[in-house]
């Protein structure tokens, strides 16, 4: 039996609407897919990049936690001594 060309008329009916319906959404997630591995390629060579800056401003905020913890134990503690200090000049004869 010879095989003869498509005439152009869809003999197949639902099936092959479906079909084409499908094959059109998964080029379409070919697409997505594609713009997606395009920005993760981007991003991980940016990264690559910036990567040390924020470790050094990372480690910068470490510091100022550190003083930041410091000088809420050091500022009250002279506050104190001064109040003490005032305290025993007003206080005490000399």
């Not at 084409?20 to 080029?27: I, K, S, V």
């Not at 897919?33 to 470790?55: F, G, Q, R």
């Not at 990372?58 to 003490?84: E, S």
């Amino acid at each position: 039996m010879p095989v003869k060309e498509w005439d152009g008329f869809e003999r197949r009916k639902d099936q092959g609407v479906e079909i084409l319906n499908l094959h059109r959404r998964m080029d379409a997630q070919d697409g997505m897919l594609k713009e997606i591995n395009d920005k993760l390629t981007s991003h991980i060579a940016i990264e690559s990049e910036v990567k040390p800056s924020v470790d050094e401003l990372v480690k910068v905020l470490y510091g100022i936690k550190f003083l930041r913890g410091t000088v809420l134990i050091i500022a009250p503690a002279c506050a104190i001594g001064w109040q003490i200090f005032v305290w025993i000049k007003e206080h005490v004869e000399w």
